[in-house]
């Protein structure tokens, strides 16, 4: 079964804190993304990593930064965190054969409260 | 730009009832069509993907989805529905980014209600 593990399930943490969303896979995938999931706009890609040390910003990128020095590890950081960044975060990785068929897997996501 | 659009916000059926949630997309080429179910809680979870062949496709947990081309939709039933089936569902399209990898649209989500 692949796994998709996300460091904390809960996170509360001041504003103006850096925060660090840790996501690790273990099924040697080449592609890690990081999404935001708020109440009625569903999930909306925020970066995603096609290989190490490789990134692209997704939809919306601002205010956040990713880190991929290994492969299995994809990391989500908030520079200096706000309350509008109070929101669900999910991991997600997948394989890439370049079909568009690749499933992506999710981690049961971290619950990111910026007070 | 490749968009998914969920009519629906909120559906409540009753159990054993048959169930349809729509999905319309927007896409330039061939689309790759997903659907995934998030339990409270949970993760999203892969119910069913599209990307040639036959048009019914079946997934897992007794659903299927329908692609229609001519309507751009990919609309997912099932037959009877049990009360584990209370769940957010997402419908997603395919995209290829610029580094040639594929990227997924969701659309917003219809959350789904059973009545026992």
């Known amino acids: 079964d692949v796994k998709v593990t996300q460091s904390s399930r809960y996170l509360v943490k001041r504003t103006g804190e850096k925060v660090f969303l840790e996501c690790v896979q273990d099924m040697d995938h080449e592609n890690m993304f990081w999404y935001r999931q708020d109440p009625g706009l569903g999930l909306r890609l925020i970066y995603f990593s096609y290989d190490v040390k490789m990134k692209e910003k997704g939809d919306i990128p601002e205010g956040y930064s990713v880190s991929r020095e290994k492969k299995e590890r994809f990391s989500l950081i908030l520079e200096s965190a706000s309350t509008n960044q109070t929101s669900m975060y999910l991991c997600?990785?997948?394989?890439?054969?370049?079909?568009?068929?690749?499933?992506?897997?999710f981690g049961p996501g971290t619950r990111l409260t910026v007070l | 730009a490749q968009s998914v659009t969920q009519p629906d916000i909120h559906i409540t059926v009753s159990e054993g009832a048959s169930l349809e949630l729509r999905c319309n997309y927007s896409y330039g080429a061939t689309p790759y069509l997903f659907w995934y179910v998030q339990s409270p809680g949970q993760g999203l979870q892969l119910l069913l993907k599209?990307?040639?062949?036959?048009?019914l496709v079946q997934g897992i947990k007794g659903f299927e989805a329908e692609f229609k081309r001519s309507q751009s939709s990919f609309n997912l039933r099932k037959p009877s529905v049990h009360w584990s089936d209370a769940a957010e569902y997402f419908c997603a399209v395919g995209a290829i980014s610029g580094a040639g990898s594929y990227q997924l649209t969701f659309g917003k989500g219809t959350k789904l209600s059973v009545i026992p």
């Open positions: 599209y990307f040639s062949g036959d048009t």
């Open positions: 997600a990785s997948s394989s890439r054969t370049g079909m568009g068929t690749d499933t992506q897997y």
